[in-house]
Nanobody, 122 residues
Protein backbone atom coordinates (compact mmCIF):
# COMPACT_ATOMS: atom_id res chain seq x y z
CA UNK A 1 0.00 0.00 0.00
CA UNK A 2 1.35 3.42 -0.98
CA UNK A 3 1.85 5.86 1.84
CA UNK A 4 3.12 9.42 2.08
CA UNK A 5 4.14 10.95 5.39
CA UNK A 6 5.05 14.62 5.67
CA UNK A 7 7.26 16.16 8.33
CA UNK A 8 9.25 19.31 8.95
CA UNK A 9 6.47 21.79 9.54
CA UNK A 10 6.55 24.29 12.36
CA UNK A 11 6.55 27.96 13.26
CA UNK A 12 9.02 30.41 11.77
CA UNK A 13 9.48 34.16 11.57
CA UNK A 14 8.78 35.92 8.31
CA UNK A 15 11.89 35.82 6.14
CA UNK A 16 12.94 32.50 7.61
CA UNK A 17 13.25 29.05 6.08
CA UNK A 18 11.84 25.56 6.56
CA UNK A 19 12.36 22.29 4.75
CA UNK A 20 9.45 19.91 4.47
CA UNK A 21 10.00 16.21 3.88
CA UNK A 22 7.66 13.59 2.45
CA UNK A 23 8.60 9.98 3.07
CA UNK A 24 7.33 7.56 0.43
CA UNK A 25 6.62 3.90 1.03
CA UNK A 26 4.95 1.15 -0.89
CA UNK A 27 5.27 0.19 -4.54
CA UNK A 28 7.84 1.92 -6.76
CA UNK A 29 7.13 5.50 -7.78
CA UNK A 30 8.93 5.35 -11.13
CA UNK A 31 6.99 7.35 -13.66
CA UNK A 32 5.00 9.17 -11.01
CA UNK A 33 4.65 12.91 -10.60
CA UNK A 34 5.06 14.24 -7.10
CA UNK A 35 3.50 17.46 -5.92
CA UNK A 36 3.20 19.79 -2.97
CA UNK A 37 -0.08 21.51 -2.24
CA UNK A 38 -1.29 23.71 0.62
CA UNK A 39 -4.51 24.69 2.29
CA UNK A 40 -5.10 27.92 4.16
CA UNK A 41 -8.12 28.14 6.50
CA UNK A 42 -11.13 29.35 4.57
CA UNK A 43 -9.55 28.68 1.20
CA UNK A 44 -9.40 25.77 -1.17
CA UNK A 45 -6.28 23.65 -1.36
CA UNK A 46 -3.89 25.09 -3.93
CA UNK A 47 -0.95 23.88 -5.97
CA UNK A 48 2.56 24.78 -4.82
CA UNK A 49 5.13 22.75 -6.77
CA UNK A 50 5.58 19.52 -8.69
CA UNK A 51 8.26 17.40 -10.32
CA UNK A 52 8.72 14.03 -11.99
CA UNK A 53 9.91 11.39 -9.56
CA UNK A 54 12.57 10.23 -12.01
CA UNK A 55 13.93 13.77 -11.89
CA UNK A 56 13.57 17.15 -13.47
CA UNK A 57 10.60 19.09 -14.84
CA UNK A 58 10.14 21.16 -11.71
CA UNK A 59 7.22 23.57 -11.88
CA UNK A 60 6.07 26.15 -9.34
CA UNK A 61 3.11 28.31 -8.54
CA UNK A 62 3.84 31.95 -9.28
CA UNK A 63 3.38 32.79 -5.60
CA UNK A 64 6.37 30.65 -4.55
CA UNK A 65 8.62 30.80 -7.62
CA UNK A 66 12.14 31.84 -6.69
CA UNK A 67 11.57 31.11 -2.99
CA UNK A 68 10.63 27.41 -2.86
CA UNK A 69 12.52 24.47 -4.30
CA UNK A 70 11.13 20.98 -4.82
CA UNK A 71 13.58 18.07 -4.91
CA UNK A 72 13.82 14.37 -4.16
CA UNK A 73 16.30 11.83 -2.88
CA UNK A 74 15.65 8.56 -4.71
CA UNK A 75 17.68 6.23 -2.46
CA UNK A 76 15.91 7.65 0.58
CA UNK A 77 12.51 7.66 -1.16
CA UNK A 78 11.94 11.17 0.11
CA UNK A 79 10.49 14.29 -1.49
CA UNK A 80 11.45 17.72 -0.18
CA UNK A 81 10.19 21.27 -0.29
CA UNK A 82 12.78 23.86 0.69
CA UNK A 83 10.99 27.07 1.61
CA UNK A 84 12.99 30.29 1.88
CA UNK A 85 12.00 33.92 2.44
CA UNK A 86 8.77 32.79 4.02
CA UNK A 87 5.86 35.21 4.15
CA UNK A 88 2.74 35.42 6.29
CA UNK A 89 0.67 34.22 3.34
CA UNK A 90 2.66 30.97 3.22
CA UNK A 91 0.97 29.90 6.46
CA UNK A 92 -0.96 26.74 5.61
CA UNK A 93 -1.15 23.00 5.95
CA UNK A 94 1.17 21.52 3.35
CA UNK A 95 0.47 18.20 1.66
CA UNK A 96 2.55 16.02 -0.62
CA UNK A 97 0.81 13.89 -3.20
CA UNK A 98 1.49 11.37 -5.94
CA UNK A 99 0.02 11.88 -9.35
CA UNK A 100 -0.23 9.96 -12.59
CA UNK A 101 -0.03 13.00 -14.86
CA UNK A 102 2.21 16.04 -15.10
CA UNK A 103 -0.42 18.54 -14.04
CA UNK A 104 -1.37 20.99 -11.30
CA UNK A 105 -4.90 19.55 -11.34
CA UNK A 106 -5.39 17.91 -7.95
CA UNK A 107 -7.81 15.33 -9.36
CA UNK A 108 -4.84 13.62 -11.01
CA UNK A 109 -3.23 12.94 -7.64
CA UNK A 110 -4.42 9.73 -6.03
CA UNK A 111 -2.30 9.38 -2.91
CA UNK A 112 -2.01 12.15 -0.31
CA UNK A 113 -0.15 12.59 2.93
CA UNK A 114 -1.78 13.74 6.15
CA UNK A 115 -0.34 17.25 5.95
CA UNK A 116 2.05 19.28 8.05
CA UNK A 117 1.35 22.73 9.47
CA UNK A 118 3.55 25.69 8.57
CA UNK A 119 2.99 28.92 10.47
CA UNK A 120 4.81 32.11 9.52
CA UNK A 121 4.73 34.90 12.05
CA UNK A 122 5.50 38.49 11.18
Amino acid sequence: QVQLVESGGGSVQAGGSLRLSCALSGRPFTGSVMGWFRRTPGKEREFVALMRWRGGSEFYADSVKGRFTISRDNPKNTLYLQMNSLKDEDTAVYYCARGSQYTTDQSAYDVWGQGTQVTVAS
